[in-house]
């Protein structure tokens, strides 16, 4: 079980964002995100998505940090990974 966040990468907001994903468990991560004050909002399905001023502290909180690759492989491994075609968004 392991709670893994690749580097901030992703531009949105005027900021880089990470990942941060279970290669286990959607309870495992979402107790992560809960004791490490991530707002239930930043979830979309199979990751968080959060900020590049949070990624030291994850990692200090037990995060793991990989590169983008590795996240996505390891996510699909685990049978977590939501396909981009699967994702339906609420507008």
């Keep these: ?4 966040i690749d580097p901030p990468a992703w531009p949105a907001h005027g900021m880089l964002w990470s990942h941060l994903v279970s290669d286990d468990s959607l309870d495992e991560l979402h107790a992560f995100a809960e004791a490490n004050g991530i707002a239930p909002r930043a979830f979309d399905l199979d990751h968080y998505d959060v ?9 200090a909180a037990g995060a793991t ?27």
């Design 51 to 59: 900020p590049d001023r949070r990624h030291d502290e994850l990692v």
């Design 65 to 91: 940090p990989v590169s983008g690759k590795e996240l996505v492989r390891r996510l699909r491994a685990s049978g977590l990974r939501i396909k981009a075609r699967d994702r339906v968004r609420k507008h």
């Design 1 to 4: 079980m392991t709670v893994l």
